[in-house]
């Protein structure tokens, strides 16, 4: 009998059933495709062998004069900076040391390793970090190990409690010295994104409580928790981070801007842009008009102001700033000098509100211009020279970003998701046509929607998006979009940040389960563990369903791209009946680079194709199958 090929249409559909997309792909999980066929996507491996603290959902690449190359990480309770393999804790302290009672430690229980720690006026919440110093061995405990970092896990207005790396030899100990200083770490931030309580908070009633103000039902509110956007959800952690020259510049979402001078090292600490610093004897000292906070910050191309959006502006008199922050407001520093923000004559430094929207939600510098979304459209920021320094334009109204993470910029194109659709700007803003749409926000967890985070890996032509499903409080899906070949995949993993081509020529990424850093495109398993991957074509029949299809002989085309010794995948034959019925595999083949075909009695109405891999370094690329497969009756 003549042989049939099975070429299906490219890319996962799952805008129609899956018996209307017959002839295409319509399930798939690390798969890719590229040049029109499905591939197992790359593994991942640790780059380094040690979890951060908290979630990260931030990274960010630069380089200094001498070449050394950084990787900042911004996590919900840490900001780092990698660099030869190694993490340096560069996390903003919230006050100066401070020298604690006498003997402050004191142990609880032999049964348990928590130590209460004399702290008075401490201001600590459960979950923030503290890091103690100029203590002294006591019980079980040497100095190493006091002298260290600590979360706390209880707290009141003057003890703090901590779990220590040993249990005591007795309970009731005190001990540490008389010379033990305490610094206290910004607080943590969340790690998921919470909905508010609270009758006076919307959208019960009311406007979202300032300062000070009352959250309803007799709680007390943290103005540090509030999401800036949405005064309903009290909002993760979300870090910004850029490089203005070789230093780093750092800002919480709501929050305060934070610089690193690379001049001091890697064991010197981001200090708040406000307050003054000497770097090597040379003083910064910033002026009255510095933001004290901001929604977002980056580094304009080019001329090099550094940005502020969402921030405060000046007092009617000019002469500080105000105490709340206006959404809307975008503000830039002098050029070439991060600490100037007052409008003078003889500098480049000011500031311009959007005219339309509530808030601004976030930007993104291009090659020409900074790309700024809000509530209620897209604007274009492109410098102009003086006076104005900055001309903004509307781009498009009507349209918006699900979360200050979720654009990309791939070379020519910017690419982002917004509430149920995607989009492309390419000089103009275009809905981008997706496969795979309703599959998407079809199952998501809008309330986490600040975690999307889309990642760009051009090696492969390729945006990802990863987003939390409804049923998850992360993210643990990703839908993929090839640019090149306009073609759509699905699959899970759970990443919370991404950054193409980082330090070893490889996208690096970070996930919650580990917190760990991974290289992507690194091998074919999952960290030394194996990586599953399958594709599952849509049903095939004959005349409509009219007659019964046999199969008797399959021919196989893979691609064997692992490092293992002995490679294979699975090659099953589905069939049902009607589509509303159960698949069942009526016939399941392991393929190996030697096998040349495979006989079969296969006979059903509908039949699909789902190949897939489960075993350690197996990596494949699906080429074209052959089968003898020809209408068989109607009955």
Request: aromatic letters at 12%.
């Amino acid at each position: 009998m003549p042989l049939t090929k099975l070429q299906f249409r490219p890319g996962i559909v799952r805008e129609v059933t899956e018996y209307s997309n017959s002839g295409g792909w319509y399930d798939a999980d690390k798969v890719r495709f590229r040049q029109g066929y499905p591939e197992k996507i790359g593994g991942w491996r640790s780059v380094v062998n040690q979890a951060l603290e908290g979630v990260c959902r931030h990274i960010h690449q630069w380089s200094s004069l001498e070449s050394d190359r950084y990787v900042g990480l911004g996590t919900s309770s840490h900001l780092y900076i990698l660099w030869s393999e190694s993490y340096y804790d560069i996390t903003p302290l919230k006050q100066a040391a401070s020298t604690l009672p006498a003997n402050p430690f004191t142990t609880i229980s032999t049964t348990s390793n928590e130590l209460t720690v004399q702290a008075p006026s401490n201001g600590a919440r459960i979950g923030d970090y503290v890091i103690f110093s100029g203590a002294t061995a006591f019980d079980a405990y040497t100095a190493a190990m006091l002298n260290q970092e600590f979360v706390v896990v209880a707290s009141d207005a003057n003890t703090i409690t901590i779990a220590g790396p040993v249990a005591p030899n007795a309970a009731g100990v005190s001990g540490g010295g008389s010379s033990v200083t305490i610094n206290y770490l910004i607080p943590s931030g969340q790690d998921d994104a919470v909905v508010g309580q609270g009758w006076g908070v919307p959208p019960w009633g009311g406007t979202a409580p300032g300062a000070g103000m009352s959250s309803g039902w007799g709680e007390a509110f943290d103005p540090n928790q509030l999401n800036p956007v949405d005064p309903t959800v009290n909002q993760l952690r979300l870090w910004d981070l850029d490089n203005f020259g070789e230093d780093l510049v750092a800002n919480i979402r709501g929050g305060a801007i934070y610089y690193w001078h690379q001049a001091l090292g890697l064991s010197a600490r981001a200090v708040p842009l406000n307050q003054a610093i000497t770097v090597n004897g040379v003083p910064f000292t910033p002026d009255f008009a510095v933001p004290a906070t901001a929604r977002q910050i980056l580094v304009s191309p080019n001329d090099r102001h550094l940005v502020a959006m969402g921030c405060e502006d000046l007092n009617s008199a000019g002469t500080g700033i105000n105490a709340e922050p206006d959404l809307l407001l975008v503000r830039w520093s002098t050029e070439e000098d991060a600490y100037t923000w007052a409008p003078l004559r003889t500098n480049t430094a000011g500031s311009q509100r959007l005219s339309a929207g509530s808030y601004i939600i976030c930007g993104m510098r291009t090659a020409q211009e900074i790309l700024i979304w809000t509530d209620l459209g897209l604007w274009s920021m492109k410098y102009i020279g003086t006076p104005y320094v900055f001309g903004f334009e509307p781009v498009a109204e009507g349209l918006s970003i699900i979360g200050p993470n979720a654009a990309i910029n791939a070379g020519s194109i910017v690419l982002w998701m917004d509430r149920g659709i995607f989009y492309a700007y390419t000089g103009q803003v275009q809905e981008l046509p997706c496969a795979v749409k309703d599959y998407v926000f079809g199952d998501f967890n809008y309330l986490q929607g600040y975690k999307v985070y889309a990642g760009h890996n051009h090696a492969f032509s390729e945006v990802a998006w990863f987003y939390p499903s409804a049923d998850s409080q992360e993210n643990d899906r990703y839908v993929l979009y090839n640019y090149g070949e306009q073609t759509w995949s699905i699959g899970t993993i759970e990443r919370t940040a991404w950054l193409d081509l980082g330090r070893a020529n490889y996208p690096v990424a970070t996930d919650r389960a580990k917190s760990h850093l991974y290289y992507h495109e690194y091998g074919d398993d999952d960290d030394g563990a194996p990586l599953p991957a399958f594709v599952e074509s849509a049903d095939v029949d004959a005349d409509g369903g009219e007659h019964y299809l046999f199969l008797s002989r399959l021919i196989p085309d893979v691609i064997f791209r692992g490092d293992a010794d002995e490679q294979s995948v699975g090659v099953s034959v589905l069939t049902r009946s009607a589509p509303g019925k159960p698949k069942t595999v009526a016939a399941r083949l392991e393929v190996t680079p030697y096998t040349p075909e495979e006989y079969i009695r296969v006979r059903e109405r509908q039949i699909s194709f789902r190949i897939e891999s489960e075993a350690l370094g197996v990596g494949w690329r699906l080429g074209t199958l052959r089968t003898d497969m020809q209408p068989d009756g109607r009955r």
